[in-house]
Antibody, heavy 120, light 109 residues
Framework: QVQLVESGGGVVQPGGSLRLSCTAS????????MHWVRQAPGKGLEWVAL????????YYADSVKGRFTISRDNSKNTLFLQMNSLRAEDTAFYYCARTKAAALYYIDYWGQGSLLTVSS | EIVLTQSPGTLSLSPGERATLSCRASQSVSSRYLAWYQHKPGQAPRLLMFGVSSRATGIPDRFSGSGSGTDFTLTISKLEPEDFAVYYC??????????FGQGTKVEIK
C-alpha cells in the first residue's frame, strides 16, 4: 500500500537550517508530483511547496520562498525539503504528500508528518 | 488569492446525527478544484472528496459533497465514532497554489 514516511525533524535555533526527508513506497514515485504541507501548533494546514514528478518544476508558498528548497531523488524514492534561515513561525508538523500530475487540484495520499521546532 | 472560510469552527454532535460543514470562498472556485480532507490527531490527513462531490477511494457513502461557485458543503449523513475529526476544505489555484480553510472540528457531544 502507499506509504510516505517523513524524517529529519527536530529542534533548531532561529536562523538555523534543517533538511527533511520523505521516503515513499507502494507506488511508482517518479509518476507523481510531491508536496510539503505544514501545520503549526493549533493551526490549520498550509501548503509549502510542490515539485514536479521529474523535478523540472518547483513551486513555493510566499512564506518560504527563497528560504526553502524542495528536491527529489527518484532513484531512491525520496523527497527532500531543505529549510534555511528558519524562524519561530516555521515551527510545525511537516507532511509530505503526493498528487497526480494530471490531477494537481487535490492531494490523494499524505504521510504522518515530522515535527520541526524552531526555538532558542 | 482566494481565501476559504469554514464554518462552524466546532460542531458538537452525537453518533448517528447528521453533520453539515460549510466552506465559503472569497471568489468563485471551479468545482474541479475543490476538495475535502479529514484529519485526526497523530494521523496522516485523508482525502475524502475531490471535484466537490466525488468520493475518494474507500470513502463510505455517508460522506457527500455539494456546492458551486463560492459555497460548498460537506455532509456526513450519520456520524460514526470514527468520523470525529477535523475537516478541511481545499482549493487549487492556477499559480499553482493549494489553499486550505481553517478547519471544522467535529466533536462528540
Amino acid at each position: 500500500q502507499v506509504q510516505l514516511v517523513e524524517s529529519g525533524g527536530g529542534v533548531v535555533q532561529p536562523g538555523g537550517s534543517l533538511r527533511l526527508s520523505c521516503t515513499a513506497s507502494g507506488f511508482i514515485f517518479s509518476d507523481y508530483c510531491m508536496h510539503w504541507v505544514r501545520q503549526a501548533p493549533g493551526k490549520g494546514l498550509e501548503w509549502v511547496a510542490l515539485i514536479w514528478y521529474d523535478g523540472t518544476n518547483k513551486y513555493y508558498a510566499d512564506s518560504v520562498k527563497g528560504r526553502f528548497t524542495i528536491s527529489r531523488d527518484n532513484s531512491k524514492n525520496t523527497l527532500f525539503l531543505q529549510m534555511n534561515s528558519l524562524r519561530a513561525e516555521d515551527t510545525a508538523f511537516y507532511y509530505c504528500a503526493r498528487t497526480k500530475a494530471a490531477a494537481l487540484y487535490y492531494i490523494d495520499y499524505w504521510g504522518q508528518g515530522s515535527l520541526l521546532t524552531v526555538s532558542s | 488569492e482566494i481565501v476559504l472560510t469554514q464554518s462552524p469552527g466546532t460542531l458538537s454532535l452525537s453518533p448517528g446525527e447528521r453533520a453539515t460543514l460549510s466552506c465559503r470562498a472569497s471568489q468563485s472556485v471551479s468545482s474541479r478544484y475543490l476538495a475535502w480532507y479529514q484529519h485526526k490527531p497523530g494521523q496522516a490527513p485523508r482525502l475524502l472528496m475531490f471535484g466537490v462531490s466525488s468520493r475518494a477511494t474507500g470513502i463510505p457513502d455517508r460522506f457527500s459533497g455539494s456546492g458551486s461557485g463560492t459555497d460548498f458543503t460537506l455532509t456526513i449523513s450519520k456520524l460514526e465514532p470514527e468520523d470525529f475529526a477535523v475537516y478541511y476544505c481545499q482549493q487549487y489555484g492556477t499559480s499553482p497554489t493549494w489553499t486550505f480553510g481553517q478547519g471544522t472540528k467535529v466533536e462528540i457531544k
